[in-house]
């Protein structure tokens, strides 16, 4: 199999669909608890934009963990190191992309 071939082949996997759908699905939850819940911020359009973003930071996070899982499967040290590493790097692009989005509708400055 050529090299082409392998990168469309992972790229076509349920498997990294459902990782990034769980990263999605879990980023729009968090983020949609700080926005409504703790920031108070009411439910208009521009409430969207940090949506958006964080949604993008989900789909990056998703694509660590899925990278992630060839490590995993190996057990030991190698699977802790793997899931310490992906809940860090996920959160740490749930921030960094949380950031922008707020930026923009005015709430960081």
């Known amino acids: 199999m050529t090299q082409q071939n392998q990168i469309?082949?992972?790229?076509?996997?349920?498997a990294l669909h459902r990782?990034?759908?769980m990263g999605v699905g879990i980023a729009l939850v968090l983020a949609s608890i700080f926005l409504f819940g703790v920031l108070s911020l009411d439910f208009r359009a521009e409430a969207l934009i940090p949506m958006f973003t964080v949604g993008i930071g989900g789909?990056?996070?998703?694509?660590?963990i899925y990278l992630m899982d060839q490590l995993r499967s190996q057990g030991g040290w190698e699977k802790a190191f793997?899931?310490?590493s992906s809940v860090v790097v996920y959160l740490l692009l749930l921030f960094f992309s949380l950031i922008p989005g707020l930026h923009i509708v005015g709430l960081w400055d």
């Open 59 to 64: 789909v990056f996070g998703g694509i660590y």
């Open 19 to 21: 990782r990034v759908l």
């Open 8 to 14: 469309l082949h992972l790229l076509h996997s349920k």
């Open 82 to 84: 793997a899931n310490f």
